[in-house]
């Protein structure tokens, strides 16, 4: 485990640049074009990013992220 101290504006700019990542991710997985097994790939680099995401944003930011597939998991 390790420790982080960053100021309020670093933070910010994490958070900034996880979304920005985030998004473009998300944008990527709609394109039919995109091979299934790159995809899965994708997904699990969104979860890692999103996994950060929870460290640094706050409850409200987080929830806007959450992948369709883990929306019906959680639902159930």
């Known amino acids: 485990m ?3 101290l960053i100021q ?9 640049l996880l ?3 985030m998004d473009e ?11 299934h097994i790159v995809k899965r790939a994708m997904e699990e680099r969104y979860k890692i990013l999103f996994n950060l995401f929870t460290r640094v944003a706050p409850h ?5 992220y959450i992948l ?3 929306k019906k998991k959680k639902e159930m």
């Not at 309020?8 to 900034?16: A, D, G, L, S, T």
């Not at 409200?60 to 806007?64: D, L, P």
């Open 2 to 4: 390790l420790g982080l």
């Open 8 to 16: 309020e504006k670093e933070r910010q700019e994490i958070q900034y």
């Open 19 to 21: 979304k920005r990542e």
């Open 25 to 35: 991710i998300l944008f990527d997985l709609k394109d039919s074009r995109i091979d």
């Open 60 to 64: 409200g930011e987080c929830v806007k």
């Open 68 to 70: 369709a597939s883990n």
